[in-house]
C-alpha cells in the first residue's frame, strides 16, 4: 500500500514562492507517473502539473505555467512542486498524486488511485 505525505504549504504574500514535498512511503516511485492538483472551497479539484517515469515529460496547467515546475526524487522517493510568483487565486489544498495505471489524460483525476491528504497553501495579497 503507498502513503504519500504531501508538507510545505503555509500562508505567503502574493508574489512570493513556497516549495511543496511529497514523500512516499511503501513503493518506490521511480516507475510510476505523478501529478499535483489542487481544490480551493466550492471548487473542484484541478489539475496543477504531471511528471512521467521519465524527469522530462512534465506538464502544465496554463494556470500556473512559467511560475511552477514539478520535479522527483527517485532516491529520496519524493516529488516536489516549486511556486514562484505566487498569486491569491493559488490559494488553496494541494494534493500529490500517483497513478499505477495507464494515464491517458494526465488532466483528470481517474488514473491516480492514490492520494495525499493534502497540505494548505494560503496567499494573501
Known amino acids: 500500500q503507498v502513503q504519500l505525505v504531501e508538507s510545505g504549504g503555509g500562508l505567503v504574500q502574493a508574489g512570493g514562492s513556497r516549495r511543496l514535498s511529497c514523500a512516499a512511503y511503501?513503493?518506490?516511485?521511480?516507475?510510476?507517473?505523478m501529478a499535483w492538483f489542487r481544490q480551493s472551497p466550492g471548487k473542484e479539484r484541478e489539475f496543477v502539473a504531471y511528471?512521467?517515469?521519465?524527469?522530462?515529460?512534465?506538464h502544465y496547467a496554463d494556470s500556473v505555467k512559467g511560475r511552477f515546475t514539478i520535479s522527483r526524487d527517485n532516491a529520496r522517493n519524493a516529488v516536489y512542486l516549486q511556486m514562484n510568483s505566487l498569486k491569491p487565486e493559488d490559494t488553496a489544498v494541494y494534493y500529490c498524486?500517483?497513478?499505477?495505471?495507464?494515464?491517458?489524460?494526465?488532466?483528470?483525476?481517474?488514473?491516480?488511485?492514490?492520494w495525499g491528504r493534502g497540505t494548505q497553501v494560503t496567499v494573501s495579497s
Open positions: 498524486a500517483l497513478s499505477t495505471l495507464v494515464v491517458d489524460n494526465y488532466t483528470v483525476l481517474t488514473p491516480y488511485n492514490f
Open positions: 511528471i512521467g517515469w521519465s524527469i522530462s515529460n512534465t
Open positions: 511503501g513503493q518506490p516511485l521511480e516507475d510510476y507517473p
